[in-house]
């Protein structure tokens, strides 16, 4: 069957068409009014497994390469990425977590259990300081995950005190005995995290006024607003964002939700690197199965909140597979292919697409753990892999602020399987999902470009892709081309180049002039229209992700 993909903003609507095998996209480059906020770029570190200890601290006695503590290989490369948000300490973790644990002289902390993730013992040598510190390193928002579940009021409304207060206040003066005279901006706060599991076992009515009597008193100190956020549903929980939106309402600035590309809570979740075609393809459409449930979502908020002050954060989201055969139970390790660089490729268009309710975005996590940006080890000096989806989220980077143009796309689709759940958007009688073989998303920067990305999610098979820009005159092109020979392919320690970008940058351009890039193996081919202004033909190799600017 073939479809017709109309996308804009607001939604994604299917409708029956008949195409022909080659895709075409039109860009509405006079319509976007949307901004795509570069906060859906964010990231998220919870003190689970080496995603804090051995992935972002070392310490500053360490023999491993570091910035007092910080490691420098993992720096450089976030601050690469402009990380424009880090969510922590969790998680799971957050609603057992007590600040007070996490400062004053490191020697002096106490130690904890991580009761979540594997019984860890924690030194608590990584705490407020540090994590804020971390984030004017990397020139980003801080987002602080509030203990509701096993915390006070007291002590969440003490905690943004000594943050945030610089007046003559006793957490302020307790925050300068501890080193900082000056307080930091903090701008988000949740006020707890998966409260209908982890976070509490709650049901929405107990939180919503657990939620309105603690944002009662996390207030704004000394010219700092906090933008706070309820605790969200997970995934098809619609029920969970009615009762927020019906008895909490404008008392919140937003509300998050967690999405997984996930096959199963409580069996296997299947290996990150040992899957066929079929698992490959169904985790495509599970993926963009996050379309369906964040419109749902806003349907829901819209009918309280019809002029969308209150933001939508998907503030979890990403990939999990089973962990690594050899690594430690409970730490969520994963490898990161191929096939995980599409589902944030397509997650990112897919945000893109409604960006009007949707404000930000957490990728989980952002070293070590389940889909990584980054995977480190501390041996012989310490070591630092790039993962596909690290490559992804820096070719994505153009679009952070950029102003998001509707388009419409015309391609190929195919049947996958999915998993029978009621709940989700699938043809329940046949048993499968529709899923379009191009994804497309495009955008105008601050400086008037208009960058550009586009999947292949196909195996086997190039796609040549038809783009009208209405009279834009094309002068330039410039980008990159993500790919590799097989989409199990990874890089390690041993091979940490296996999958990496191929950047293109094109001479001033002559009507009908073709340029090719890549590889002879995986050739990229733009070609001007000699007649028409603004006519663009891309050839895109199968399972390819690229992303240019014109």
């Not at 500053?60 to 570091?66: F, K, L, Q, R, V």
Request: overall charge neutral; some cysteine.
């Amino acid at each position: 069957m073939k479809k017709l993909l109309l996308i804009s903003c607001l939604s994604g609507i299917f409708a029956t068409a008949t195409l022909a095998q080659d895709a075409t996209v039109t860009i509405n480059v006079n319509d976007g009014t949307q901004k795509i906020h570069k906060e859906i770029y964010g990231q998220f570190a919870e003190h689970l497994g080496t995603c804090i200890y051995g992935g972002l601290w070392v310490g500053p006695e360490s023999a491993i390469p570091n910035t007092d503590g910080y490691r420098n290989d993992v720096l450089g490369a976030l601050k690469d990425l402009k990380v424009p948000v880090l969510r922590w300490p969790g998680g799971c973790f957050a609603d057992e977590y007590h600040w007070r644990d996490g400062i004053g002289p490191r020697s002096e902390r106490p130690k904890m259990q991580n009761n979540n993730w594997g019984g860890t013992i924690e030194d608590n040598s990584f705490g407020t300081h540090e994590f804020l510190n971390l984030c004017e390193l990397l020139g980003c928002e801080p987002y602080i995950s509030g203990n509701v579940g096993s915390g006070t009021v007291e002590e969440l409304a003490k905690w943004v005190e000594y943050m945030t207060s610089d007046g003559d206040t006793p957490m302020a003066k307790l925050r300068r005995q501890n080193g900082r005279d000056k307080a930091w901006k903090v701008k988000y706060l949740g006020v707890g995290n998966e409260s209908w599991g982890c976070g509490g076992n709650m049901n929405p009515e107990y939180y919503s006024d657990l939620y309105r009597r603690y944002s009662t008193y996390c207030r704004n100190y000394d010219g700092n607003h906090l933008y706070k956020i309820a605790s969200g549903a997970s995934d098809y929980d619609y029920n969970w964002t009615k009762v927020l939106m019906d008895k909490v309402g404008y008392q919140m600035n937003g509300v998050s939700l967690h999405y997984y590309t996930v096959s199963g809570w409580n069996g296997p979740k299947g290996s990150a690197l040992v899957f066929d075609n079929d698992e490959y393809y169904w985790t495509l459409g599970k993926c963009l199965e996050i379309e369906d449930v964040i419109k749902k979502h806003c349907d829901i908020m819209d009918q309280k909140d019809p002029r969308k002050r209150i933001g939508l954060l998907v503030d979890e989201w990403g990939t999990w597979w089973d962990e690594e055969p050899g690594t430690v139970r409970g730490h969520l390790y994963q490898q990161n292919t191929m096939r995980d660089a599409f589902v944030a490729a397509l997650s990112l268009n897919v945000f893109h697409r409604h960006c009007d309710r949707v404000r930000m975005a957490n990728i989980a996590q952002i070293v070590n753990v389940l889909q990584s940006m980054i995977l480190t080890d501390t041996k012989d000096g310490g070591h630092m892999v790039l993962t596909p989806t690290y490559h992804v989220f820096r070719m994505y980077t153009p679009f952070q602020e950029a102003t998001y143009l509707p388009l419409t796309l015309k391609c190929e689709d195919m049947n996958v399987r999915h998993d029978m759940r009621k709940e989700m958007n699938a043809d329940e009688e046949n048993g499968h999902r529709t899923l379009p073989l191009v994804s497309a998303s495009a955008a105008r920067t601050k400086d008037g470009k208009i960058v550009v990305s586009l999947s292949n999610v196909s195996l086997d098979k190039d796609q040549t892709v038809a783009i009208d820009l209405g009279s834009t005159a094309l002068t330039a092109i410039s980008g990159s081309l993500l790919t590799s020979n097989d989409v199990r392919d990874y890089n390690d320690f041993n091979n940490p180049q296996r999958i990496a970008p191929v950047s293109f940058e094109t001479a001033k351009l002559a009507k009908g002039l073709s340029v090719a890039t890549g590889d002879k193996k995986h050739p990229l081919k733009f070609n001007v229209d000699k007649k028409k202004k603004g006519q663009l033909t891309v050839q895109l190799p199968a399972k390819s992700i690229v992303v240019f600017t014109l």
